[in-house]
């Protein structure tokens, strides 16, 4: 089976799962990358009954319009039941390491907002350490050589990712050869680096529930 079958099937296990929120008011988070273009993709026949979405990126703000989907801004939001994104590795405690489309930082704080962050993959994301995808971390520009510097201090390979800016005029760096047996520690670590905006490693806020997309089909794993 296709990858791209994979993320597709995930995609529309989120829609079926998340349509009790389909109630005319309800507010759905949505991310970013290609897993969440399918989400966004299997939410569209439904945008009579949504109250409204959130993006994480300009990327996908633009996709939600291009649907007809409507999209508000998050400070105009209260609550947001549900938070719906992809991930680049994903372990067995649903921690995570997201941003390399260079969303992070926005998926970070949806996420935060949102009560239930249901992450949707396919099954080459599932591993036992997190640290093989290169972890980003959006960094001032003034800061850019400071963070490598700490960065590399930790024990990894610091590559700056040429040509990019975030959708909030920042930088990434991607940290290459980690292997992470501490997710919750390294993310408060990384985080207190004066000039780092955001780590991509979500753990202390994971995921409350994985969709795997297998070719056995969509399995499912509760945050323990
Ligand atoms: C973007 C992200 C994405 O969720 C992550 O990169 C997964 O992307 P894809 O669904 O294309 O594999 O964190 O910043």
């Known amino acids: ?6 993320k597709r099937a995930v995609a529309q296990a989120a829609v079926d799962r998340i349509s009790g929120h389909f109630d005319g008011s309800a507010v759905i988070g949505v991310g970013s990358g290609s897993t969440a273009d399918f989400f966004i993709d299997a939410l569209s026949p439904h945008r009579a009954s949504i109250g409204a979405t959130v993006a994480s990126s300009e990327r ?5 319009r291009e649907h007809g989907l409507p999209l ?5 939001v209260q609550t947001l039941p549900v938070y719906v994104d992809g991930a680049d590795e994903i372990d067995a405690g649903l921690s ?5 489309g260079g969303a992070l930082t926005r998926e970070k704080i949806v996420a935060a907002v949102a009560d239930r962050f249901i992450c949707i993959a396919d099954a080459s994301k599932r591993v036992e ?7 980003p971390v959006e960094v001032i520009p003034m ?4 963070v490598a510097r700490q960065l590399a201090a930790m024990g990894g390979a610091v590559r700056l990712r040429e040509g990019f800016v975030t959708d909030n005029g920042n930088l990434i760096l991607d940290v290459h050869g980690l292997t992470i047996r501490d997710p919750v520690g390294l993310e408060q670590s990384i985080n207190q680096i004066a000039g780092v905006v955001t780590v991509g490693l979500f753990a202390r806020r994971g995921a409350d529930l ?3 997309g297998t070719p056995q089909g969509v399995v499912q794993f509760e945050r323990r």
């Open 210 to 212: 994985l969709l795997l």
């Open 1 to 6: 089976m296709a990858q791209d079958d994979l």
């Open 60 to 64: 996908s703000a633009a996709r939600l």
């Open 143 to 146: 800061a850019r050589a400071y």
């Open 96 to 100: 995570m390491i997201k941003g390399g």
């Open 72 to 76: 508000v801004e998050l400070n105009e």
């Open 129 to 135: 350490v997190l640290g093989r995808f290169p972890l």
